[in-house]
């Protein structure tokens, strides 16, 4: 049994306590947090939950940590303190950073003997292996990714900040025709606004200032000034029946060309559609939980990322079933 | 610069040459055939035309070469062959004889000290890496895979067998109703006439019986039997103008849940639409003819799958672009 230690408890650590419960060859040991211990309840009653400060006396005890962290604040510093004791896995979404967090991780992993897997899940995670895969086989060719229709929590986050709303909920959502132009096979250079809306519905304090607060939105730099923006206005109550879950997806497609002087067309597209993105995510961490506990098992040490990972070492199986 | 062979000269291996030609990393040395060489004209003017017996004087100066025989008669003997002497990859794609083909590539491969890497294209291949990716992250769930709009070269093969045909070509369609509702998240038992259907375009000898071809083709048992078939005549030139190309693709869905008492939906889809069939391949064969180089590089020797291919060896430039 892999022994797996969670680190956080939001929405994608409960997403990996669900996959970890439904991996038969996989056990929770831990969950740690920074909330006083008696005030976390988790759903496996066989697993403890300690302080975030105590993780180091679990030395020997964990096979694997996954790390639940925010990409802003807490992983640059968690996962490079987790990986000189630990095999850890991380989610770390920020693009623009991604080489930083790597060589940080990278230098603990190994002087601690440990494996690292960092930027899991499916953005980055399953879409990048997309393009990764699609770019070597058609080499000649455009991507395009589309995110969506989903949640997304920084733009939701970015609302509620807006003095006089309460609540709010945003949807990321594709053209339809800029989607349809690009499965077709079309290479179109699109722009922000041309490939995605925005949708965001809203609770207002009572008397609020509706309009100002609309133009607040829509005026957003970065967040929403340069999409085609709708806000729709609703009651709490509305909000919690009809936007309650967190669902996503998207899709990456890759147009290309094969041949030399006669040229042949094709189009891929990998696409997800999600009830819950953090549910998803965390079952995605999960399977690397698996492949780092393997490649650690080898006795390989350093971090890698989704690309280095062979994905029979991911599979509880025999792969070759799959062929 | 990773010098190719290439054995045989059909169509995939044109594929192969001009994926070799589109790759900056990579140059064509030799193409290998059993007709008379100066009877094959190949595109690349630098590369050599050789008899295949004349494979073994070529060891120290190939570094991969890639097998583009055919998996009923040809790639059985040969991988195995090849496998002794170089790097291999091919295509076989004979499902219920995978197993007993890597055990023999294997053995050959390791006592030449090679990395021979087996079943690689679209299906087996990208279709089955999609597979293993979405039953590891989805454990809990059902895999359709639904194949076409493409051309079978296998039931054209069948049809032009039938006493009166002059020549045939058969596509293979997926079943609209049923691609959607797995699509949908739904979870039907599909039986095969519900999953496929076959169009045949058939031109048939002056004065044949077109009642019993169509007859003979749409009771043919495994080809036909089981599915709903259209035959349609056509002449020699229709065949020719309209269908002169080898087009073929379709779709890997898997459709699972995550979570342990509430359960969450997650649909997940791998989709190829591709104009030609053998150049696509062809490309496909290429990339993983570089992962094989580079793990021989690293010293590595035996059979592989795609399952046992980081995806970073397959990429010519910094993977971590893609995240």
């Known amino acids: 049994m892999i022994r797996i230690g969670i680190v956080g408890y939001g929405n994608l650590a409960k997403g990996v306590e669900a996959a970890v419960r439904n991996s038969a060859d996989m056990t929770l040991a831990a969950v740690f947090t920074r909330r006083e211990p008696e005030k976390v309840h988790i759903a496996d009653p066989d697993a403890a ?48 950073k991604i080489k930083e967090h790597f060589a940080a991780v990278d230098e603990r992993a190994k002087a601690g003997g440990n494996v690292a897997l960092i930027s899991v899940g499916w953005d980055p995670g399953l879409f990048s292996l997309a393009r990764v895969y699609l770019n070597s086989v058609l080499p000649e060719g455009k991507d395009y990714t589309f995110w969506g229709r989903g949640v997304s929590q920084g733009h939701s986050d970015a ?15 594709p053209v ?83 041949g030399v002087e006669a040229k042949d067309r094709h189009t891929a597209e990998f696409s997800l559609n999600l009830e819950s993105n953090p549910g998803f995510t965390g079952s995605v961490l999960t399977a690397f939980a698996r492949a780092v506990y393997r490649l650690s098992q080898k006795g390989e040490t350093g971090c890698r990322t989704a690309f280095d990972i062979a994905p029979a070492l991911l599979f509880p199986g025999d792969p070759l079933s799959m062929l």
């Not at 609302?159 to 959502?173: C, E, F, H, M, S």
Request: hydrophobic fraction near 35%; aromatic fraction near 6%.
């Open 176 to 258: 339809p025709a800029s989607l349809d132009a690009v499965r077709a096979g079309q290479t179109p250079d699109l722009t922000v606004r041309e490939k995605h809306t925005r949708e965001c519905f809203v609770v207002a304090e009572e008397g609020a200032d509706l309009e100002a607060i609309e133009k607040a939105i829509k005026t957003m730099p970065n967040y929403f000034a340069d999409y085609d923006t709708s806000v729709t206005f609703i009651t709490a109550e509305e909000l919690a029946r009809d936007h309650k879950g967190l669902p996503h997806g998207g899709t990456v497609i890759r147009t290309g060309t094969t």
């Open 49 to 96: 939950v300690c302080r975030y400060s105590e993780l180091d006396c679990w030395a020997g005890k964990l096979d694997v940590v996954v790390n639940c962290g925010g990409s802003a604040a807490d992983l640059p510093l968690t996962t490079p303190e987790i990986a000189s004791r630990f095999n850890v896995v991380d989610s770390f979404d920020t693009h623009a």
């Open 159 to 173: 609302i509620r900040r807006i003095p006089g709303v309460l609540d709010a909920r945003q949807y990321t959502v």
